[in-house]
């Protein structure tokens, strides 16, 4: 079956660093990837939406500037928190839409502590 | 996308079906019914989608009403590793909206 790949699955960094997370579609190419975040005892949040070579299209209220998709290939999906605070540690997860099953594979999930 | 109701939780004993229902009464013509779970601190795990037919895979059945606006998700027999977050999602936009879900404890 589909697997999506995202890595790290932790990261713990310091207040005001950048961490970037990869999500990566292994053996099918994904034209549309999703990244949620999820605080404890929540639901998932969706954040945006990306496709392949174009500008990720943000939900309402995520800060374009603060977390940076890049979808580059059909394959890979990055998202970059910049100068992350304390109040961006989450759960954050990816998902790749197979447009040939109408199938949506989420990744693992990284968790991001920013202490 | 139109929006999905769960109950908040439930229990099933092991071994016995575990029926998980799902009311989506605003739901559209062309809108998928998708299932999804989530174990503790992993991500979701897709188990079955339908439009109007009733489905079956491996892992569950799906039973779709007729005027499709609330659907039940059938695991024949549940174990301890069933038990999960499990979310009702209707799919129109390509995007999947995930709301509160039903926690499923399944009790020895």
């Known amino acids: 079956g589909a697997v999506v790949s995202q890595h790290p699955s932790w990261v713990i960094c310091k207040s005001g660093t950048s961490v970037k997370i990869e999500c990566r579609s292994l053996?099918?190419?994904?034209?549309?990837m999703f990244w949620y975040r999820q605080f404890p005892k929540q639901s998932l949040m969706l954040m945006a939406t990306s496709n392949e070579g174009s500008k990720a299209t943000y939900e309402q209220g995520v800060e374009k500037d603060k977390f940076l998709i890049n979808h580059a290939s059909l394959t890979l999906s990055t998202l970059t928190v910049t100068s992350a605070h304390p109040e961006d540690s989450s759960f954050y997860i990816c998902s790749a839409q197979d447009r040939g099953n109408y199938g949506y594979t989420f990744g693992s999930g990284t968790r991001l502590t920013v202490v | 996308d139109a929006k999905t109701t769960q109950p908040p939780s439930m229990d099933c004993a092991e071994g016995r079906a575990a029926n998980l229902p799902c009311n989506h009464s605003?739901?559209?013509?062309?809108?998928?019914v998708y299932w999804y779970r989530q174990i503790h601190s992993q991500g979701p795990q897709y188990i079955i989608h339908g439009l109007k037919n009733n489905e079956t895979n491996e892992m569950a059945s799906l039973i779709i009403t007729e005027d499709r606006k609330s659907s039940t998700l059938i695991l024949p027999h549940a174990t301890l590793r069933d038990t999960a977050v499990y979310y009702c999602i209707a799919l129109n936009t390509d995007k999947l909206i995930f709301g509160t879900g039903t926690r499923l404890q399944v009790f020895p």
């Open positions: 605003t739901i559209s013509g062309n809108e998928y």
């Open positions: 053996d099918f190419q994904a034209t549309t």
